[in-house]
């Protein structure tokens, strides 16, 4: 069993980025934790209750637990405060990987939030800090991809998810206020639903995420490793 800590600017963007990754790590039996950094309002159609009960239903969509740290939506900011509040819940959790949303966005909640969990990871190991718990170093940090530039990802590995596209797609769906009634961002849940295809094309299995990280991976096998077909 393996600790892992998800975090999101904003509840949504975890399922939108790795939703099939968390429900395979949950049936894994991995103990996984998603955190909040907002609790994502305002929007035209959401509000703090209806939204907390979303983000709720989510997770247990997903099988998953969650948490929010209270930072305010639209104004993330990269600060020492905030750094210290994602480090506690690294303590907290004793998170051994942690993902983050992709360093190169348009939104700035996103830009800030991956800026926080970097330098917040180091924290966290830090002793003689006011945090609560034991030091620890989260031995992997890895990006998922909830971007809002308008580019393709360009990933250096990808989780196979199949079987757990339709637990990914009703996880977004449980956001009723932001993907069902407004209409335009109907668009999105396809959208991701054909990006699970395309990347699971790549590695010869039906659906699969991507994913970035700064350093390497180390293999003791090739039993992990998933073989297309040529």
């Not at 830009?111 to 190991?125: G, H, L, Q, S």
């Not at 757990?164 to 797609?169: A, I, P, T, V, Y």
Request: aromatic letters at 10%.
């Amino acid at each position: 069993m393996t600790r892992i800590l998800v975090v999101g600017p904003h509840p949504d963007d975890q399922e939108l980025g790795m939703g099939g990754t968390i429900a395979r790590f949950a049936e894994q039996g991995h103990d996984v934790l998603l955190l909040d950094m907002t609790n994502g309002e305002p929007t035209p159609h959401g509000d703090p209750v209806t939204r907390a009960a979303e983000a709720k239903r989510a997770a247990e969509i997903l099988g998953v637990r969650r948490v929010e740290i209270g930072l305010p939506n639209r104004r993330i900011e990269h600060t020492l405060d905030a750094r210290h509040r994602v480090a506690g819940v690294i303590r907290e959790h004793r998170a051994e990987i942690v993902f983050t949303p992709y360093f190169r966005d348009a939104h700035p909640d996103h830009v800030a939030t991956t800026r926080i969990v970097e330098d917040a990871r180091f924290d966290a190991k830090l002793t003689q800090i006011d945090l609560p718990g034991e030091p620890i170093y989260p031995t992997w940090l890895f990006y998922y991809y909830c971007t809002h530039l308008r580019w393709v990802a360009d990933p250096n590995f990808l989780f196979d998810i199949t079987g757990f596209e339709q637990r990914k797609h009703d996880s977004i769906v449980a956001y009723h206020s932001q993907f069902v009634v407004p209409e335009r961002n109907r668009r999105v849940v396809e959208w991701i639903r054909s990006a699970n295809h395309y990347f699971g094309s790549r590695i010869g299995t039906e659906a699969a995420e991507p994913f970035y990280t700064h350093e390497p991976l180390g293999l003791t096998g090739l039993d992990g490793l998933s073989m297309p077909k040529r």
